[in-house]
Every structure is written in structure tokens, then in C-alpha cells.
């Protein structure tokens, strides 16, 4: 993804949120089915988000 780009993890579709980095069909389904977040944090708490995914999707997603 390109630098300042931006993903509502609260409203993206499967489509949207696999572009994430390390993100795919399933890390997509749960924090589909994680919704919805207050924090870009809170989406640590999807099982299948650990801390490395965390940090290399962190830049490029927001809560809205």
C-alpha cells in the first residue's frame, strides 16, 4: 500500500482490508466479524491479529 493511504477498518470490505499488508481472506473475515473497534488498538484483539501484523498494518488503518 502506498504511504498515507488509509483503511476504516470499521467499514472496509474483505476486498479493502486484504490489501493491508499480511492481511488475507481470513485475517479479513475476523476483523470483519471483530467490528466495530474504538481504537486501531482494539483490533489486537482479533485472535488472528498478533503484534507483527499489528505493526505492519498500523500505519495504514483508521477507526471511524
Do not use: C, H, W
Amino acid at each position: 500500500m502506498a504511504p498515507g493511504t488509509k483503511i476504516n477498518i470499521n467499514k472496509a470490505d474483505q476486498t479493502t482490508l486484504e490489501k493491508l499488508p499480511g492481511i488475507g481472506p481470513g485475517k479479513a473475515k475476523s476483523i470483519i466479524n471483530g467490528r466495530p473497534y474504538k481504537t486501531i488498538n482494539d483490533v489486537m484483539k482479533v485472535s488472528d491479529i498478533k503484534r507483527n501484523t499489528f505493526d505492519a498494518i498500523k500505519e495504514f488503518i483508521v477507526v471511524e
